[in-house]
């Protein structure tokens, strides 16, 4: 199988067409069929694949990025009496299980995304509904901060997918209606049984769309309430940076970046994640201002891309060891430019940081941090690769020249999905604890044992014992089943409160992989299965 | 298949004996292998089945109401060298997907009532494991307040499922690790994936036990704990009351007791629960010291009794409607003498009641809540049913004397696992609502339409509508696959806030339903299918 690649730019969008006027941003769904991501299907009624989906999450990168003037964007669509279908039932039908897991976990992401964008970036979001806005379609709406629907007699926006395919909207559709718009839940069940949906005054009254909008009036609508949208922006962005694409080098054993490297070993079902440094110290804006992508963004671009084709292109990979490279002075002086920097640029470059180690978090395989090598660089933020790992196997050297450092990266910016640092979700047991190693962090270098006494290694060993320790735990690791590491890995990572996005992963996710599995579903005679077909799905009656 | 009774008394008890030394309770876990719930393995060194847990649950209620001077449950066990070594394996490997998932539940509910009795009703507990502590055990034992383990340099705690069956510890025991003890997420790692789990000085450094102690001073250490934990207790119960057996009248269509009524009509996969109010006020108090069990009391157990054999005995009845008989003004005026008494008895009622309520939220069926009569009473307490059911629908009669009415019950007593009251959690997007609907209802009944307009009812009919509607409703309900309504229930159900428990039962038991359905586990070649048989699992390695 070829390759995914996450790589594109709006001139070569297929599914897509992004413009700019002042400070709205429109994206124009217009999905080609012929182009979907794999043969097999055509993405007829603006449906949807992985191929719609990274272009979507590839403008609102851009939009971050490169147009900080844009204040509000609209998403809406090009057809007449259709917004969006959803994902394309024939794709998830033919797809394998963990590519239609982590189908929908890439589409959740981009949709938190969209979320964060208008949190956090000063980029607020008007989904235009300008006729049927089924399942995935609307999970998008969900995702934006107001959604418009056109009145006209038809148009419904609908949950279809537990009456027509016996599976859940499971893009974050149930935790948004009942968690986000607050849609009393009796609705929201009545909602998602009616395969037609909802549309109108009801659509409306019942909390489902914020703004129900005649064909004649929906022009000056669209305009009217993105202009509205764009004047409540409080935070700014820029000055602008244009994203080169990434172009890894790939071959069946490794994906090489600049900065990251992935190589993998499928025969023992492990891979092993390296991640450098840059050689000197950097002043982002500066750099950025001179055309040149600064280590930060760059560095977490290419993580954040080989985390997808691990998911994507490596399924039998179960466990990726994590090390850095380089010095951690470096990294370190970089989080403290970054941190103090005023620009919008420097702001958008730390919430990708944070949105990269996010992917890592609800990424489902077993990662161990390693330190074992004087160069090891888990300093500032590098360090939150091993704070998010499973587990921290540190070196004890004898001349102690193994070890971590703290910076302003690791005092509370780089929250994971539960809104919690995870210095102090590490330390969830002992609150004061994070201030500590903080303080002592910032002294200077944290010998291995020192990091294992203060809770940082999981474990810490001498040169005597370290090698076969880890080999065994590797190997140890690799044996067990993939899909119970998968369950305790989402159980033990989400310590603490739960948000919409911890409930979207963790919950609403579980319960979509179960569905999955299931023969009313994804059997002979299941409901995805037969999905178009004359055959009526059979179904085991049977409740858990 | 015979039906499961939950009825059971001390004296019958095959697995466990209760005594009762003053303020101290002792429930010795004493398993007989010859005695499982089903025929066909045995409940060797320890391990628990179906059988066991409804006769432990049996025994925390009865300590609740019957020994109200218990201050402090010691739970320990008689073998030398094992406290629990878990579920048993061999029931678990042999049982349907759907018994595996309501056993689970079952277990995981009767941890948390131990919890509940602890932080509600002045019962603590000691879990005093001198010996192996595997799995399921170590489960139970996390449920309890304290935790020793002999220092014997052998006994472990440990959880093996997912070395050695590929299963999840699916009984809260990842949750209570991490959100519980707050032990850190990368020594749970270790732990969850070392089949011989952790002993003596690293098990109560790294937080897995309380307390380590020898064997020679077992015996006082346990005497010492137990007193301490009795000491701190600030609630009172009592007076003592004796739960009487319910022994419904059981039929294949038909689970009848005095109060509540469950008819299967398993041809439509449909279900009718009817719960009637008393014919007069009652005081419970008063009743209760005569020696005769209030409704309050009664109706509830009964109501807990049918849900239970519902989830076991019925698993082909996916909608349910619940109907509720007799006089609003009794079961209001029965609310305030329970709310408004100072006794622990009465406290003690209400917190059953509010247990039941949430076995109801977490019964994976349909609940549609009808109130079509006028005699229909969904009031105060009874109310609740309506708001936790999935929809409630009302006839519009034509001399408004069908409706609801709310009572003290309705105010902020009856939460669900979220925390929330269940008015509280309907009314999610406008908090002011609650206080709105309970100042109307303590002005007298609201009948079915405004009932709708204030947001109680789902859907208000008058009699040209209402038959057909409801019907309609139902078929189609019936027509949808299980496990995605299973699934979307579970997301919309559980609106706010998440806690310990909406954990326990939204994203573990969501991601063991999952693991339990993987060939990993429960293929021909899975872990637990083979567990004890001298061939290895063979597991498909793609990660999801």
């Not at 990025?65 to 024939?90: M, Q, W």
């Not at 039908?93 to 938190?112: A, D, I, M, P, Y």
């Not at 944070?354 to 090891?376: G, I, M």
């Not at 009313?520 to 858990?544: D, I, M, V």
Request: hydrophobic share 40%; with cysteine; proline share 4%.
């Amino acid at each position: 199988m070829d390759p995914t690649s996450f790589d594109t730019h709006p001139s070569r969008y297929k599914h897509w067409r992004l413009t700019v006027s002042g400070d709205i941003g429109t994206l124009v769904m217009a999905v080609n069929d012929d182009h979907p991501h794999r043969p097999g299907y055509e993405l007829k009624l603006n449906s949807y694949d992985l191929a719609v989906d990274i272009e979507l999450a590839d403008a609102i990168q851009r939009l971050r990025f490169e147009h900080p003037d844009v204040k509000c964007l609209v998403i809406t669509a090009d057809l007449d009496r259709v917004f969006c279908s959803g994902a394309n039932i024939y794709m998830l039908g033919q797809s394998s299980h963990s590519f239609k897991v982590n189908f929908c976990k890439f589409t959740n992401e981009t949709r938190l995304y969209l979320e964060d964008a208008s949190a956090n970036s000063g980029l607020g979001s008007l989904c235009a509904c300008k006729g049927t806005t089924a399942g995935g379609g609307y999970e998008l709406a969900l995702a934006c901060d107001e959604i418009m629907l056109v009145d006209d007699g038809s148009s419904a926006v609908s949950f279809p997918e537990t009456p027509l395919l016996a599976v859940l909207p499971g893009t974050g559709g149930l935790t948004r209606l009942v968690d986000k718009r607050k849609v009393r839940r009796d609705r929201a069940d009545v909602f998602c049984t009616t395969a037609e949906g909802i549309k109108g005054k009801r659509a409306k009254d019942w909390g489902f769309v914020d703004h129900l909008v005649s064909r004649s009036k929906w022009d000056e609508t669209v305009t009217a309430r993105s202009r509205a949208i764009a004047e409540r922006q409080q935070v700014a962005r820029g000055p602008a940076f244009a994203l080169a694409a990434l172009e890894p080098k790939v071959t069946p054993e490794r994906v090489a970046y600049r900065y990251v490297e992935l190589t993998l070993d499928v025969a023992e079902r492990t891979g092993a994640l390296v991640v450098r440094a840059p050689d000197a110290v950097e002043d982002p804006d500066k750099l950025a201002a001179a055309g040149t992508e600064p280590w930060s963004l760059r560095a977490f671009r290419e993580l954040d891309d080989a985390l997808l084709r691990l998911r994507f292109d490596y399924p039998d990979i179960g466990i990726v060891t994590v090390r850095t490279v380089g010095s951690q002075e470096i990294v370190r002086a970089i989080d403290e430019a970054l941190a103090s920097s005023a620009s919008g640029f420097a702001r958008e470059v730390r919430l990708l940081q944070r949105r990269v180690l996010k992917r890592y978090d609800n990424t489902a395989r077993s990662f161990y941090a390693v330190a074992d090598a004087p160069d090891s660089c888990f300093a500032g933020v590098l360090l939150e690769l091993a704070l998010g790992a499973d587990r921290f196997y540190m070196l004890i050297d004898g001349d102690e020249k193994i070890g971590v450092q703290t910076s302003v990266a690791n005092s509370g910016f780089m929250t994971t999905g539960s809104g919690l640092p995870r210095l102090d979700a590490r330390f969830y047991a002992e609150p004061g604890r994070t201030q500590r190693v903080l303080a002592r962090g910032a002294e200077g270098l944290i010998p291995s044992e020192e990091a294992e006494q203060l809770g940082i290694a999981t474990i810490a060993a001498d040169d005597i014992d370290f090698a076969d320790e880890l080999r065994i735990a590797i190997e140890e690791r690799a044996s067990l089943s993939p899909d119970a590491l998968t369950g305790m890995e989402a159980s033990l990572r989400c310590v603490g409160p739960e948000t919409l996005e911890t409930k979207i992963f963790g919950r609403l996710s579980a319960w979509q992989n179960w569905i999955f599995t299931r023969a009313n579903s994804t059997g002979q005679h299941g409901a995805l299965t037969l999905y178009g077909q004359p055959e009526r799905p059979q179904f085991q009656w049977k409740r858990t």
